[in-house]
C-alpha cells in the first residue's frame, strides 16, 4: 500500500470533514452544472501562482550567484542553490497537491447534493486511492489479480518516484526550450537579461494545465463510476451471462493495468455467480463476437487516456466506433441523458 496514496486519501477526508462542518449549500443541480462551475479555473489559477512564485526565487538565485557560469565555479554558491532548489520543488509539489485534494473533496461534497447520483458511495478507500493517484500524477498499479485470473505485473516504490521525477523534468525541459525561443527573440533588446524569469511563466502555465487535466480526469472517474452503478443497477443478469462476463475478463486483460472501475464490476457480478474462467477461456478468439455489442461500446468507453495499439486494433474489428465516439463524448461533458438512454434506462 502505496504511503503517497494513503496521503492523498487522508487529505481528501480532511478537506470532505471541513466541508461538511461548514454545512454549506449546494447550488448545483446536475453533475454537468458542477463540472462547468468556475471552481476548476479558480484552482488552476492558484495552481499557476503556486508554479510562478515557488520557480521566481530559483530564478532569482541562479542570476546572482551565476549557477551556469562555469568559468567561475563556487560550490558553496551551488550547495545553496541546489538546498533552495530541492526545498522550494518539493513545497511547489505539496501545494499543488493539496489543491488538486481539495477539488477532489470539492466535487465529492457536492455530488452528494445531486439527485441523479442517488446513494452511490464516492468515498470509498478504494476509489479515493485512484483520485489520490490522478492527482499525483502516479501510474495505476499492475498486480496478478488471482481472483479472477488477470495476469498483471506489480509495480515498485522506485517506479511510482520515477514517475514523479519525470514530471517534473517535463516542466525543467519545457522552461529550458522557453527560455532559449526568448533569448533568440530577444536578441538586441535590453530586456534580453530578463529572459530567465519567463521560466516562472512556463512552470505556472504548465502546473496550472497539469492540474486541470488531472481534475478533469478525476470528474471522468466519477461519471464512469456512475455509468458502472446504473448498468449494474438494472442490467446485472445481462452482464452475469458467460459471452458478457468473458468478454469484461478480457476487456481488463487488455487494459493491462489495474482498475477499480473493472474490479467493482467483477465484485459485483461475483455475488450473483461465480466467476472461475481460465485465461485461455476469456481470451479465446470470438469472445468479443459473441457479447452484447452494447456493452462492448461501453467497456471500451471507460478509458478517458489513449487507446495502445492493441486495444485500437480491437476496436477497429469489434467495436461500432461512431456508438464509441458519441459515448465517450457524453461520458467526456457528463450528459447522463445521452449516457441513460443509450443504458436504454
Not at 502546473?207 to 446485472?236: G, P
Request: proline content about 2%; glycine content about 2%; aromatic content about 16%.
Amino acid at each position: 500500500m502505496s504511503v503517497l496514496e494513503e496521503f492523498g486519501i487522508s487529505k481528501i477526508q480532511k478537506y470532505y470533514s471541513r466541508l461538511q462542518q461548514k454545512k454549506q449549500v449546494s447550488s448545483f443541480q446536475t453533475i454537468s452544472e458542477l463540472f462547468a462551475s468556475k471552481h476548476i479555473y479558480f484552482v488552476t489559477f492558484l495552481a499557476f501562482l503556486v508554479g510562478a512564485i515557488l520557480t521566481f526565487p530559483i530564478i532569482w538565485l541562479e542570476l546572482k550567484y551565476e549557477i551556469f557560469n562555469f568559468e567561475h565555479i563556487n560550490l558553496e554558491h551551488i550547495g545553496i542553490y541546489v538546498l533552495a532548489l530541492i526545498l522550494l520543488i518539493g513545497l511547489e509539489f505539496y501545494l499543488l497537491f493539496l489543491l488538486g485534494f481539495y477539488s477532489i473533496a470539492y466535487h465529492l461534497y457536492h455530488l452528494h447534493f445531486i439527485e441523479e447520483i442517488g446513494e452511490h458511495n464516492l468515498s470509498e478507500d478504494e476509489f479515493l486511492r485512484t483520485f489520490s493517484r490522478t492527482i499525483m500524477e502516479l501510474p495505476e498499479p499492475k498486480h496478478h489479480n488471482n481472483t479472477y485470473n488477470i495476469q498483471h505485473h506489480n509495480i515498485s516504490n522506485r517506479d511510482i518516484v520515477l514517475f514523479s521525477l519525470l514530471y517534473k523534468l517535463k516542466v525543467v525541459v519545457s522552461n529550458f526550450l522557453l527560455k532559449f525561443v526568448a533569448r533568440k527573440l530577444l536578441t538586441r533588446s535590453s530586456f534580453r537579461v530578463y529572459t530567465p524569469y519567463i521560466a516562472t511563466l512556463g512552470t505556472g502555465i504548465w502546473d496550472a494545465f497539469v492540474l486541470y487535466k488531472s481534475i478533469r480526469y478525476s470528474q471522468h472517474k466519477i461519471v464512469i463510476h456512475y455509468v458502472i452503478n446504473q448498468l449494474l443497477s438494472h442490467h446485472k443478469e445481462a452482464l452475469s451471462q458467460e459471452n458478457n462476463l468473458k468478454a469484461i475478463l478480457a476487456r481488463y486483460h487488455y487494459l493491462s493495468q489495474y482498475s477499480y472501475n473493472f474490479d467493482y464490476i467483477l465484485t459485483t457480478l461475483q455475488e450473483v455467480c461465480p466467476i472461475n474462467y481460465t485465461q485461455e477461456e476469456y481470451l479465446e478468439e470470438n469472445v468479443f463476437r459473441n457479447c452484447s455489442p452494447e456493452l462492448l461500446v461501453l467497456l471500451f468507453s471507460f478509458k478517458a487516456e489513449f487507446h495502445t495499439r492493441q486495444e485500437r486494433k480491437l476496436i477497429a474489428i469489434y467495436v461500432d466506433k461512431k456508438r464509441l465516439k458519441t459515448l465517450r463524448k457524453a461520458i467526456k461533458k457528463a450528459d447522463l441523458v445521452t449516457i441513460s438512454n443509450y443504458l436504454n434506462i
